[in-house]
Nanobody
Framework: QGQVAESGGGSVQAGGSLRLSCKASGKIVKNTVMAWYRQVPGNQRDMVGY??????????YYADSVKGRFTISRDNNKNTVYLQMNRLKPEDTGVYFC????????WGQGTRVTVSS
């Protein structure tokens, strides 16, 4: 079963940028649809976006709230998926997780992002 470890979170001011990393082990990220999720206290994890498998073309999808600001990419050599977050807003604050689109790998601890106004 695949496992992931997220990193790269931090505290930034609105308008700033962060790049999150999702290092996978046990499975190969390019062979599946990998997604990023955001969770705020008391809420469920919401999907921020995903990248399709390489064989499917690697297309990306984004939630309306982040479209045009966030970009998901993948480094096959490092078996890692990235989330580039630009023009951050306070409402982007939360803990970010990555997993398959179906959430069927072992969840990591997530990485916390705090955006202050």
């Amino acid at each position: 079963q695949g496992q992931v470890a997220e990193s790269g979170g931090g505290s930034v001011q609105a308008g700033g940028s962060l790049r999150l990393s999702c290092k996978a082990s046990g499975k190969i990220v390019k062979n599946t649809v990998m997604a990023w999720y955001r969770q705020v206290p008391g809420n469920q994890r919401d999907m921020v976006g995903y990248i399709s498998s390489e064989i499917s073309g690697g297309s990306t999808y984004y939630a309306d709230s982040v479209k045009g600001r966030f970009t998901i990419s993948r480094d096959n050599n490092k078996n890692t998926v990235y989330l580039q977050m630009n023009r951050l807003k306070p409402e982007d604050t939360g803990v970010y997780f990555c997993n398959t689109r179906g959430g069927n790998w072992i969840w990591g601890q997530g990485t916390r992002v705090t955006v202050s106004s």
